[in-house]
Every structure is written in structure tokens, then in C-alpha cells.
């Protein structure tokens, strides 16, 4: 054995993080520092992607950023839901604490794209057990706002280089969910 590989105790850490990490959709107002932001996703790009391609791109949103992403959402929630439910949303997204985009390089090879789809996912879930290991919760966000051409704007990327992988809210959870998962067996199969 190496010091490369977790003690027992080390592991046991491992399997609670994992086990209790949650999407957090309620936040307290203090913002998580910087610094914490950073290591997180230092740690994210530690995610396998094949070939080696680091193909993350990861926005921390800055207040400017942030005003405009959550004024963009409104307008779109308005177009669907009213004046109201835009109201509220805006409400909702000015009032939690931080932000973070994640990205992917395009390829022009559709497979190599999907495998560099596969190591962002892999690099978002490093990012929020990390997060979580510290108190820090997330939720990952694919709505419409990151498919709408001002998003990619606001963040200063080309559609035609790096598409949007995830919206990532984050911060000090003030509510965290039980939820639940379906037994090991209803999801694994074991072949001959």
C-alpha cells in the first residue's frame, strides 16, 4: 500500500459525503469565500477526461453577472408564467449568494464530445462533494436560461467554441432535503 490510498477512517468520510450530499435550493445570505471556490474547482479538474483534454471551463458570476443572469431568467420566466412568477424568481436568484457556470470546448468529433460531456460531469461532482465536505451546498441547473444566446453573452464565451454544461447555485444551505434513493438491486445487475 502507498499513501496514495485512503486510510479506513478516510474512507468512511468518503462514503458520507457522498451519501448525504444534497441539492440545496435555500441558502443563507453569507457567500462562501473565494479562496474555497478556488480549490473546488482546482480539485474538480482532477476528474478522469479522456486523452487529457481538461475540457472545463469553469465562471465564477461576480455581482454584475449575477444581476444580469437573474434579470435574464425573469424576463423568461415572464414569458412563460407572468408578471408575478418573474417577480418572485428575481427575488429568488438575486438573493442566493453565488454562482458558478461550468462549460465545455466543442469538438468536431461527436464522440470526443460526449466523452468531454462525461469528464464536466465528472469534474461538477468533485466540485460539490469538495463543496459539500466543507458545509457548502449546490444545486446544478440546466434550465432554459443556459440555452438562451444572452446567457452565453453574460459569460463571454462563443456557442460556437464551449457550450453550457450546468448553472450551479451555491452556498451555506439554511434548508437541506432527505430525499431518497430506490434499493442497490432495482439498479445494478450482476452477469455471468
Given at each position: ?5 485512503p486510510t479506513a ?98 469538438s468536431d468529433d ?9 469528464a464536466c460531469c ?71
Open positions: 500500500m502507498t499513501d496514495l490510498f477512517i478516510e474512507k468512511d468520510a468518503v462514503s458520507r459525503v457522498i451519501r448525504t450530499r444534497r441539492s440545496i435550493l435555500i441558502f443563507l445570505p453569507e457567500k462562501p469565500d473565494s479562496a474555497l471556490i478556488e480549490q473546488a474547482i482546482d480539485l474538480a479538474r482532477w476528474a478522469p477526461n479522456h486523452k487529457l483534454t481538461e475540457p472545463w471551463r469553469f465562471y465564477d458570476l461576480g455581482p454584475e453577472s449575477h444581476r444580469r443572469v437573474a434579470e435574464l431568467n425573469a424576463e423568461l420566466v415572464r414569458a412563460e408564467r407572468g408578471d408575478g412568477a418573474a417577480k418572485n424568481k428575481l427575488n429568488r436568484w438575486l438573493g442566493i449568494p453565488g454562482w458558478l457556470a461550468l462549460t465545455c470546448k466543442k461527436s464522440f470526443r464530445e460526449k466523452e468531454d460531456y462525461a465528472g469534474a461538477a461532482q468533485n466540485m460539490m462533494l469538495f463543496l459539500w465536505a466543507h458545509g457548502v451546498g449546490m444545486k446544478w441547473s440546466t434550465g432554459p436560461v443556459t440555452r438562451d444566446p444572452e446567457f452565453y453573452n453574460i459569460l463571454g464565451i462563443s456557442g460556437e467554441r464551449e457550450f453550457v454544461v450546468s448553472l450551479f447555485m451555491y452556498g451555506y444551505p439554511a434548508k437541506t432535503p432527505d430525499p431518497k434513493r430506490a434499493d442497490v438491486r432495482e439498479h445494478f445487475t450482476l452477469l455471468p
